[in-house]
C-alpha cells in the first residue's frame, strides 16, 4: 500500500470538471511522450454499432472542439446520432478523463480560423482526402495530392465547406486516477438542471 494515491485537495474541491481537467491536461502536456492531445471518440452508426476513432482535441472551452470532415464515417455518425463520448488516456501520468455528451458543429467562421493556422500541405491533404471512401491505392492518393498543389501554386488554400469543427459539450465527465492493488479513484461529474454533482465510483 505504499505507492497508494489518491484525489489531492485541489482535485476534491473542484466544482466544474472542465477546470481539473484543464489542470490535468497540462500535467499531460509536460510529461506524455507522444499526442497529450489525442482522444478517442465513440460514436454508433444506424445500426446502433459503435465506431471509435483516435482524434485530437483542438480548443477547450464549454466543451472539447475538433475538426474532420463532416462526410467522413464519423461526421455521417454524429448528423445521425448527436451522443458521443470521448476519452483521453495518459500512462506516463497514469491518469483517465472520460467525455458524455450531444456533439454539435462550431461556426464557420471558427472553422476558418484553425483552417488557416493549419500548414499549406495539411489544408491541401484536408481537401484532397474523400474521407472514408475506397481508395484503390496509396498511390492515387499521392497523384490527386501533387495534381492538386500543382493547380493551386501561388493560390490561397480555401477551407472546403465539408471540413468542419465539432463541439461534444459534456453532461458527464469522469476522472480516473491509478492505485496500487486496484484502489484506483474515480471521481464522476454529472451535469444536471445546469449544475455539475458530483460521486465517487468503484473502480
Known sequence: MNNYQGFNKIELSASDPID??????????????????????ATVDRNDAPNIRMVLVKK??????FFTN???????????NKNAALCFHWKSI???????????????????EYFHTR???????????????????????????????????????IRP???????????EVEF???SEFRLHQRMRFSKINKNWEREFLYP
Open 176 to 178: 480516473w486516477l491509478n
Open 60 to 65: 477547450i472551452d464549454h466543451g472539447l472542439v
Open 119 to 157: 500548414p499549406r500541405g495539411s489544408r491541401i491533404g484536408a481537401i484532397v482526402s474523400k474521407q472514408s471512401s475506397t481508395l484503390k491505392s496509396q498511390q492515387q492518393f499521392a497523384d490527386e495530392y501533387k495534381s492538386f498543389e500543382e493547380s493551386m501554386q501561388g493560390k490561397e488554400i
Open 70 to 80: 463532416k462526410d467522413s464515417q464519423k461526421g455521417s455518425e454524429i448528423a445521425l
Open 20 to 41: 481539473l481537467f484543464c489542470n490535468w491536461f497540462e500535467e499531460a502536456k509536460l510529461k506524455e511522450i507522444n499526442d497529450p492531445d489525442a482522444m478517442a471518440l
Open 94 to 112: 497514469r491518469k483517465q478523463v472520460r467525455f458524455r455528451g450531444p456533439v454539435s458543429m462550431i461556426k464557420a467562421e471558427e472553422s476558418d
Open 161 to 171: 465547406d465539408y471540413w468542419v469543427g465539432y463541439r461534444l459539450e459534456p453532461v
